[in-house]
Every structure is written in structure tokens, then in C-alpha cells.
């Protein structure tokens, strides 16, 4: 079957939402659900440690879960472009802002406010088709600052 203009459209729609779930997951704290983005090859450079791969979905994982209890992040993610290769393959980079601080205290309801300055950064992504879906195969990601 040939590769046409709405197989391409499809494709872009759906990396799109893929690099959109991630933030939210991530926001979420839900990373069993976050790592499922991945392949299992996959490799990561996280954007507070640019140089330093993260290779495998076992290594990912750890680093997501190492993360400190207390701390809160709210990723938006913007200006999304997705290049197709082919029906399998396709390249893609976001620009991000990262704000995060302490979580809010749910006894109490006192809401923290952000304790960090706002973080921009970008995300260079391989993304590649799998059986269940589009996936990362790698996401690259360096803040400006």
C-alpha cells in the first residue's frame, strides 16, 4: 500500500499525542503508565542531565522513580514538529516549559507556590511503530538555561 498525504497526516497526529501523554504521565507521577511510551531499547537523555543516556526501559524507569516524593512538575509542552521518514518511522522536536516545586499539602490544603523559576528547554524524539503503538526510541532533551 502506498504511503499518502492522510497515512502521513495520521502518523503526525499520533506522535503528537504521544509526546503530549508523556508530559501528562509525567505530571502524574504515573510512570508504570510512562514507560510504556517507550521501546524497550529505548534511551533517554533527560534535560537536567543532557550528556548522560539512560539506556532501556529497566534504566528509565529507575530514574523516573528516583525522583523525590515531595516534588511536583507541570511540563508544557508546545510548537510540536513531526517529520514522517516512512510508515514505521518518524523524527520529532517540542520546545517544553518545566515549572515544578513542592507538592501541596493535602491535610491542610495549603498549595505551595512554584519554587523553581521556569524551566525552557527542547525535546529532539525517534519515534518508532510498534506493535502497540508509536513509541520513543529516543527522546533527547536539554533545557536552555
Known sequence: ???DAIQH???GQECQRLIHRYA???DERDFDAL???FTDDAIL???S???TPLVGREVILAAFRSRPADLRTFHLCTDVIVDVEDPEHALARSRVVLLSGARSDSETGIVDVVSKP???GTFQDRLR???QGWKFSERRGSFWI
Do not use: G, S
Request: without cysteine; aromatic residues 12%; neutral net charge.
Open 24 to 26: 501528562y504521565l509525567n
Open 1 to 3: 500500500m502506498p504511503f
Open 45 to 47: 537523555y533527560r534535560p
Open 129 to 131: 511503530l510498534t506493535a
Open 49 to 51: 542531565a543532557p550528556a
Open 9 to 11: 497526516l495520521l502518523i
Open 35 to 37: 514507560i510504556e511510551l
Open 118 to 120: 521556569p524551566a525552557p
